[in-house]
Structures are given as structure tokens and as C-alpha cells.
């Protein structure tokens, strides 16, 4: 039994002879929850299995029932065996440490240092954006007003992707090449771009393009659309009826 983030667990955990014990990924509704798709992508993108509990959004048991798994009261959250790793940057280096071959961080050191840099800043910042412009994956909004602060916000994401896509990227698709945490961490960007249809350079659609043409994407992307549950506030720009 291990005390973790304020919550008991009885660990099923790394016995002798399981090679990888279970793992399980709480997240919230795949439609809104920027922060599960974060991890749920690096997980799938390191090409790790694991289950998952979907814990919908803004419901009356929904504090109590994410409480249950962290004290944090935040998704997305992982178990692994007797393990708890909350916050879902935590569960991208778990994941990148567990699938090394799969190269979540960039094996140049000085990428790799620009890499933690743009994931920690979108981590850290863009509150703005992240108000302003809720993901909401199946939302088709063109008619939202920008106001300068939020174009600020847009711009400075817009001048990352183009500046690790010139100077680390040219390899391959993505911000570093092949895939990274740092795509997965600016996934739910890419979503909120598409869905409110922000007016972008080439270089940043061709990058949008590329994340929202993953086969995982499309997965996530496909069964948020068929959920259920509408949550009002993160409805914006919607045509005046
Ligand atoms: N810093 C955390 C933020 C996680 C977060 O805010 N998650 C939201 C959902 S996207 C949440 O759990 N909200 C709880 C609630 O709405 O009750 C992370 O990176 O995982």
C-alpha cells in the first residue's frame, strides 16, 4: 500500500516476472479536456498500453470521483501498478522514460533543451488563450472576435512552431522532427486553432495539418465528437442566435 498525492492505493504492480505491470489513464471528456490530451497522446505516441476511465466534466460527482484516483482533483491522472503520476507533463516525461525508443524528447541536446522550453512555456502560460479559446473538438466557430491580448497569444504560439519547425524540424513533420512531447503538449492548440479557424501562415497550417492527420488525433478527435455531454461554458463563439 503506497500513500500517494493524499490517496491510498493497493499496489497490483511489478511482480516478478511481469515484464510491464498494468497502467490506466484517467481523463476527462475527450471533446474538452485539453490537459488528458496532452498525456493520452504521448502515451499512445510512445506506443504504450493502458487503460482508461473517462471522468466527464463539470458533473456533481465529478470532483469526488477524480478525488478517488488524486488528491490533486485534477485530470489527466496515470496508475501505474501501485504508482500515481498526476499533471499531465509529469505523465509525458513517465511515458517518454518508460518508451525510450520512441524518442518523445529529441535525442539532440540542444532540441531537446528547446523542447522542454516550449513545453514548459505552453505548461506555464498561454492563460489567455486557454480562456479565450476553449478546446472543443467538434466545434466548427469562424466568427469569434480576436481581441489583441488573445492574438498576442496566437502570434507567440505561431512564432514557436515556426522557429522549431526551421531550426529542429526540417526531418520530419513535426515542431522537432518526429514526434515529441512538445507536439503533444501543443496538441490541444492545434484543435482550438482548427476548430475557431485562425487565420495562419503556411508553415503553421502545414504543422496543424500534420498533428490533426494522426491516426491518434483522429481517434481522440473522432470519439469526442460522439460524446454526450455539452458543457455551456466552454461553448464560445457561438453565431448570435
Ligand atoms: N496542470 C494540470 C492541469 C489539469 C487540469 O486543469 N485538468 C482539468 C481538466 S482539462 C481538470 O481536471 N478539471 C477538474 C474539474 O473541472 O473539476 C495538468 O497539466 O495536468
Given at each position: 500500500?503506497?500513500?500517494?498525492?493524499?490517496?491510498?492505493?493497493?499496489?497490483?504492480?511489478?511482480?516478478?516476472?511481469?515484464?510491464?505491470?498494468?497502467?490506466?489513464?484517467?481523463?476527462?471528456?475527450?471533446?474538452?479536456?485539453?490537459?488528458?490530451?496532452?498525456?493520452?497522446?504521448?502515451?499512445?505516441?510512445?506506443?504504450?498500453?493502458?487503460?482508461?476511465?473517462?471522468?466527464?466534466?463539470?458533473?456533481?460527482?465529478?470532483?469526488?470521483?477524480?478525488?478517488?484516483?488524486?488528491?490533486?482533483?485534477?485530470?489527466?491522472?496515470?496508475?501505474?501498478?501501485?504508482?500515481?503520476?498526476?499533471?499531465?507533463?509529469?505523465?509525458?516525461?513517465?511515458?517518454?522514460?518508460?518508451?525510450?525508443?520512441?524518442?518523445?524528447?529529441?535525442?539532440?541536446?540542444?532540441a531537446?533543451?528547446t523542447?522542454?522550453?516550449?513545453?514548459?512555456?505552453?505548461?506555464?502560460?498561454?492563460?489567455?488563450?486557454?480562456?479565450?479559446?476553449?478546446?472543443?473538438?467538434?466545434?466548427?466557430?469562424?466568427?469569434?472576435?480576436?481581441?489583441?491580448?488573445?492574438?498576442?497569444?496566437?502570434?507567440?504560439?505561431?512564432?514557436?512552431?515556426?522557429?522549431c519547425?526551421?531550426y529542429f524540424g526540417?526531418?520530419?513533420?513535426?515542431?522537432f522532427?518526429?514526434?515529441?512531447?512538445?507536439?503533444?503538449?501543443?496538441?490541444?492548440?492545434?484543435?482550438?486553432?482548427?476548430?475557431?479557424?485562425?487565420?495562419?501562415?503556411?508553415?503553421?497550417?502545414?504543422?496543424?495539418?500534420?498533428?490533426?492527420?494522426?491516426?491518434?488525433?483522429?481517434?481522440?478527435?473522432?470519439?469526442?465528437?460522439?460524446?454526450?455531454?455539452?458543457?455551456?461554458?466552454?461553448?464560445?463563439?457561438?453565431?448570435?442566435?
Amino acid at each position: 500500500m503506497l500513500f500517494v498525492a493524499g490517496v491510498a492505493r493497493q499496489g497490483n504492480g511489478e511482480e516478478e516476472g511481469s515484464a510491464m505491470p498494468d497502467m490506466t489513464l484517467i481523463i476527462g471528456n475527450r471533446n474538452y479536456s485539453s490537459w488528458s490530451l496532452r498525456a493520452w497522446l504521448a502515451m499512445r505516441m510512445a506506443g504504450l498500453a493502458f487503460e482508461e476511465i473517462v471522468i466527464p466534466l463539470d458533473q456533481p460527482e465529478t470532483e469526488s470521483r477524480i478525488r478517488e484516483h488524486s488528491a490533486a482533483g485534477r485530470v489527466p491522472v496515470l496508475h501505474h501498478g501501485d504508482l500515481t503520476i498526476w499533471d499531465s507533463l509529469a505523465i509525458c516525461e513517465y511515458a517518454a522514460e518508460l518508451a525510450p525508443a520512441a524518442l518523445l524528447w529529441p535525442e539532440d541536446r540542444d532540441a531537446r533543451a528547446t523542447a522542454r522550453s516550449v513545453s514548459a512555456e505552453m505548461h506555464a502560460g498561454f492563460t489567455v488563450l486557454r480562456a479565450a479559446l476553449p478546446m472543443n473538438i467538434r466545434a466548427d466557430r469562424p466568427d469569434l472576435r480576436i481581441p489583441a491580448d488573445l492574438q498576442a497569444d496566437i502570434d507567440r504560439v505561431c512564432t514557436i512552431w515556426c522557429d522549431c519547425r526551421r531550426y529542429f524540424g526540417t526531418a520530419g513533420q513535426f515542431l522537432f522532427g518526429g514526434f515529441s512531447v512538445a507536439d503533444a503538449m501543443y496538441a490541444p492548440v492545434v484543435a482550438r486553432l482548427h476548430s475557431y479557424r485562425i487565420e495562419v501562415d503556411g508553415t503553421v497550417q502545414d504543422y496543424i495539418e500534420a498533428v490533426r492527420s494522426l491516426p491518434a488525433m483522429q481517434e481522440w478527435a473522432a470519439v469526442g465528437a460522439a460524446e454526450p455531454w455539452v458543457l455551456e461554458r466552454e461553448e464560445v463563439g457561438e453565431p448570435d442566435a
